[in-house]
């Protein structure tokens, strides 16, 4: 059995937000197409606290995109993003959202960042995702959104590691390209097992659920 699982289309991340991921919001349209596709749909949002320890703002003399060392390792320190309540944190209000039957939410500890839809950084708390996927006899993953170098690939590598079969639609995420991270997600998450497909290829292989 096969899920979708959308990562991150929120606000924040798309043009005009506070992390905009470049052409970010054009996943959208491509999402939707998929959705009638699968009866698994799973939802990821970033859902940070004020003052969350990734946020540079909470570091004073830090800058946005500069590193720290936090207890599990390097930090990148963000623009203030996705604060819980906030339109920011919204998914994208043309996103259909309706279909979906489990959100995943992460970041909301204040003192860890979560890219990933199964664990936070410290690659020990989990999300409850795999466990559900589980329960639910999904084995296959089909992974969509934002952005492609940070949490989708995070998502695809642990999906991996979890024993999933993982797919990423090369047309429904972006990356934010960080210093060459986009070149180099992609060479991780095919080192990983992961497959690679177009959301064209997905529809000619796949029949929709009534």
Request: charged share 20%; aromatic share 10%.
């Amino acid at each position: 059995m096969k899920a979708l699982l959308v990562v991150d289309v929120q606000n924040d991340f798309c043009p005009g937000g506070a992390l905009p991921v470049p052409e970010g919001d054009a996943v959208v349209p491509v999402i939707n197409r998929l959705i009638p596709y699968f009866g698994n749909i799973i939802l990821t949002q970033d859902w940070h606290p004020a003052g969350h320890w990734s946020f540079a703002s909470a570091h004073p003399g830090k800058k946005p995109f500069e590193t720290i060392q936090l207890s599990y390792g390097e930090q990148v320190l963000w623009p203030d993003h996705c604060v819980q309540g906030t339109p920011g944190a919204d998914f994208h209000p043309e996103l259909d959202t309706t279909r979906a039957q489990l959100i995943i939410r992460k970041g909301f500890r204040k003192e860890i960042d979560s890219y990933s839809a199964f664990y936070e950084n410290d690659k020990q708390t989990t999300t409850g995702l795999a466990g559900y996927l589980k329960e639910r006899g999904i084995t296959t993953l089909y992974v969509v959104g934002l952005a492609a170098d940070f949490c989708v690939k995070w998502s695809t590598l642990d999906g991996r590691r979890l024993g999933f079969d993982v797919y990423v639609v090369t047309d429904a995420t972006r990356g934010i390209d960080t210093n060459g991270s986009l070149a180099r997600a992609w060479e991780e998450m095919k080192a990983a097992g992961v497959h690679l497909i177009t959301s064209d290829e997905v529809v000619r292989q796949t029949e929709p659920v009534a």
